[in-house]
């Protein structure tokens, strides 16, 4: 007979659920004349609300199975990216034209090269190959590629409007079609081809934990999501102390865009580096391909109806430097990932133009 009182036990960790709350309290009784420990004591909580999120992200995937699971995580947090980037873009004025731009590319490079880098090179250090379904990567990656030249290169090159920057028109043109193309992805993902995107190798060690059940998973989606607000809000609220910091280190202020994306993108990192270590590199790649195509084919319609709303320029078209550097990965990438199974050189050059990546932004 089925235990009724177990399948209603709430099966969280308290501090999963404790430090999410304790964050929201701190964000909202602290203000910007904060002293130093305050807000160093602040960082903690930030990587506790980290770590809690990575937790309800895992329950839930676990409740509902691949791929739903990283498509919740990597919807969730591209919605609360897309906050962050357009509340700095309304305080920030005309100065802030250029960090959607800044921020989507940070998190693409951070995706491609740092994250699946590391996976691949953790992977291969454990289980020396690992195997994906090269149709499923395949999909993803055709999809990145197209959406990244469309948004990010292609306005260096048009002439309707200034350098870099797209006009009216083809901002409503561009979003729609960065929308048309995520969603036809999520479709094949989800629906058409959803066996695709499924773990090639069913042998990992949570296989046979128990499911969640109906009460635990509802309550780690509500975490989850505050976890990850308290994420991006005190990621923000600390925001203008590593500004300082980097203007002081001498660094170009395109640096702080990058520390913040890092700092959203940590949750999906560590539940892909946690997905490798089981040897689910499926999972991770799906977390990381999935990430990265919502990160950009969802950011930039929002933040195009932004400036199109406000009359902001909005400079899109990157640079000499990021554009090599940014082919350069998705080169990479594409080979690194066309034979269906990986090795541990392919980590390390990913994880090589990543550090060429932060040294070139760093030192221009």
Known sequence: MTDVTNDKKLTLPIWTMAIPILGVLAYFLSDTDSGFYLKIILGFILIGSVLASVHHAEVIAHKVGEPFGTIILAIAITTIEVALIVSLMLSGGNEARELARDTVFAAVMIIITAIVGICLLRGGIKFKEQLYKLQGVNAAVITLMAIIVLTLILPNFTVSGPAGEYSTNQLVFVSLVSVVLY????????VRHRDYFLPKNSASDDEHAPEPNKRTAIFSLIFLLISLAIVVLLAKFLSYDLEKIVIDMGAPKSLVGVIIAAIVLLPEGLAAYRAVKLNRLQ??????????????????????????????????????????????????????????????????????????????????
């Open 183 to 190: 969603s036809g992805f999520i479709f094949v993902q989800t």
């Open 283 to 364: 999972t991770s790649l799906n977390l990381a391909l999935g990430s990265a195509l919502a990160s950009i084919g969802l950011t930039i319609p929002a933040v195009a109806m932004v400036s199109i709303y406000t009359g902001m320029p909005l400079v899109l078209g990157i640079d000499a430097t990021s554009t090599v550097l940014l082919m350069l990965s998705m080169l990479t990438l594409v080979f690194s990932l066309a034979t269906g199974k990986t090795n541990i050189q392919q980590g390390i050059v990913l994880l090589v133009i990543f550090a060429s990546y932060l040294f070139y932004t760093i030192v221009p």
